[in-house]
C-alpha cells in the first residue's frame, strides 16, 4: 500500500511537472514552491499509510499495561478479601458452587432459612458452630458470597476486555498467548477454589479435629492467585515501563541474578503463610523471638515420618514461616550447645543447618538494596528498591506483632496485605533491571 501511495503520488508530481515547467522555467521561486509541495504531499501519504499499519503501537501498550495494572489491582483484592474470609471462618458458609444461580444472594426469610438448613447438615456447624444463629450465620454467608462475587469480577476484567483488544489489532503475536493463559488461569483459579473448599465440607469420622479446608488446597489456591498477580503486574509494567539501558556488566548481571532470587524468596514466604492460615499455626508460640522458652521447640519434628512435619505440624510451619520472615542465623556453633543436634539424626541435621543458614526474606532484602548502593542505576530503579527494603522492614513488624497479639484479624489481614505489597516491589525491581530488548 506504501509503495502505490508513493507510486501514485510521484506520478501525479511528473504529469503536473510537465504542465508547470515553462512557468518554472521562468520563475525560481514558483519551482521551490513545486518542490516543497510535492516533498510535502509525499510525508502525508507515507504517514498516512503507516499509521493504518501501526496497531499494535506504543499508544496500544499503554492501554494494555493500564488494563493489565488493573486486572493485577482487582487481583490483589480478591486475595486480601479471601484472607479476611479465611480469618472470620466464613468460607464454608456456601455449601453450593454455580457460577451463575449463586450471584443473587437470599432475599426472602424464607430463603435465607432454606440456606440455613443446608450448611446446619455439614460438619462445621456440627461440631463448630452448632450454636450459631440466623444473623450470625447471615454475616459469614455475606463474606463468602463477596468472596466469590469479587472472583467473578476479575473473571469479567479479564474475559471482556481481550476479546475488545483482540479485534482491534491491539495485541502482538506473543501478547495473545499472554493473555490467553491469564484468562486460562482465571477460569483455572475459581475451580481451584471450589475444590479447596470442597475440602472443609467432606465429614472426616477418623479426624477430631475442627472442620478446615486443606492447607495443601489453600497453599495451592493462594499460590495460583498470586501466579495471576505476579504475571498480570510483570507484563503491565513491562509494557508500560520502557527498558534501561543498562551497560551488560558483572555487577549488573549480579544484581539482577539477585533480584530474581530474592523475589523467588517473597513468593515462597508468602506460599507459607498459606499453611501457617491453613493449620491455624498463628495461634500456637506467641512469644518472639523464642518460641515459648525455647528457640528450637521440642515438638519441632514431632509426627512421623518426618517430611510430614513440614506440612501438617503448626508448630513446624509457624517455624519455618520465621526463618523465612525474621532471621536467620549460624547454627553450626550454637546449636551444637543445644539439642537438635543429639536428638536428631545427623542428615536432618544438615537439613535443618542448610535451612537456617540461608537467608531470610528481610536479610535478602537488605542485601539487595546494600548491593544496588555500589552501582549507578537509573533514579526509578533505585526508588523500587528503597521501597522494597523499607516494606520488608515493615512486613518483619506486622509479622511480629500479629503473633504477639494473637491474630488479631484487622491486624493479619493487614499482614496478608503486606506480603502482596512486598511481592509487588520485588517485581517492579526486576521490571526496573531487565534487559533491553533486542
Not at 379 to 384: D, G, M, Q, S
Request: one cysteine or more; hydrophobic letters at 45%; aromatic letters at 12%.
Amino acid at each position: 500500500m506504501l509503495l502505490s501511495s508513493l507510486r501514485t503520488t510521484i506520478l501525479y508530481g511528473c504529469r503536473n511537472a510537465r504542465e508547470t515547467f515553462h512557468y518554472s522555467s521562468r520563475s525560481p521561486h514558483l519551482r521551490q514552491w513545486f518542490v516543497n509541495r510535492c516533498r510535502r504531499t509525499i510525508t502525508a501519504e507515507a504517514g498516512a499509510t503507516a499509521g493504518t499499519s501501526a496497531v499494535p503501537n506504543t499508544a496500544t501498550n499503554r492501554i494494555v499495561g493500564r488494563w493489565l495494572l488493573g486486572c493485577s489491582g482487582l487481583v490483589v483484592g480478591a486475595i486480601v478479601l479471601g484472607g479476611v474470609t479465611r480469618l472470620t471462618e466464613s468460607g464454608l458458609s456456601m455449601v453450593d458452587w454455580h457460577l451463575v444461580r449463586e450471584m443473587k444472594p437470599p432475599r426472602s426469610q424464607a430463603e435465607w432459612e432454606a440456606e440455613f438448613s443446608k450448611y446446619q447438615q455439614f460438619p462445621e456447624f456440627k461440631i463448630m458452630n452448632h450454636e450459631m444463629t440466623l444473623p450470625e450465620f447471615k454475616f459469614i454467608f455475606y463474606m463468602e458470597w463477596g468472596h466469590r462475587m469479587w472472583g467473578r469480577l476479575v473473571g469479567i476484567a479479564y474475559i471482556l476486555p481481550t476479546i475488545y483488544f483482540w479485534k482491534k489489532g491491539y495485541f502482538s503475536r506473543s501478547m495473545k498467548g499472554k493473555v490467553l493463559g491469564l484468562c486460562g488461569f482465571v477460569f483455572f483459579q475459581g475451580l481451584l477454589g471450589w475444590y479447596m473448599v470442597k475440602s472443609g465440607l467432606e465429614e472426616k469420622p477418623e479426624s477430631h479435629d475442627i472442620p478446615r479446608v486443606s492447607q495443601y488446597r489453600l497453599s495451592a489456591h493462594l499460590g495460583s492467585a498470586l501466579l495471576l498477580y505476579c504475571a498480570s503486574l510483570w507484563i503491565g509494567l513491562t509494557q508500560l515501563l520502557p527498558a534501561h539501558k543498562l551497560a551488560e556488566t558483572k555487577h549488573i548481571m549480579q544484581l539482577r541474578r539477585y533480584a530474581r532470587g530474592t523475589a523467588g524468596l517473597v513468593f515462597l514466604t508468602a506460599l507459607s503463610g498459606a499453611f501457617v492460615a491453613g493449620l491455624d499455626a498463628g495461634l500456637v508460640y506467641n512469644s518472639f523471638p523464642k518460641m515459648g522458652d525455647r528457640w528450637i521447640p521440642d515438638d519441632l519434628l514431632a509426627f512421623s515420618p518426618t517430611l510430614k512435619n513440614f506440612f501438617e505440624n503448626p508448630t513446624t510451619v509457624q517455624f519455618d514461616h520465621r526463618i523465612l520472615v525474621c532471621y536467620c542465623f549460624q547454627i553450626n556453633n550454637s546449636l551444637d550447645n543445644i539439642l537438635i543436634k543429639s536428638t536428631l539424626s545427623s542428615s536432618l541435621y544438615f537439613f535443618f543447618s542448610f535451612l537456617l543458614q540461608g537467608i531470610s526474606s528481610l536479610a535478602a532484602i537488605t542485601g539487595l538494596y546494600l548491593f544496588s548502593r555500589r552501582m549507578l542505576l537509573p533514579r526509578r530503579a533505585k526508588i523500587a528498591l528503597s521501597l522494597l527494603a523499607a516494606a520488608a522492614c515493615g512486613q518483619v513488624v506486622l509479622g511480629i506483632s500479629t503473633l504477639l497479639l494473637y491474630v488479631p484479624t484487622p491486624l493479619a489481614a493487614t499482614h496478608q496485605s503486606g506480603s502482596v505489597a512486598l511481592l509487588s516491589l520485588a517485581i517492579w525491581v526486576l521490571a526496573e533491571l531487565r534487559k533491553m530488548p533486542k
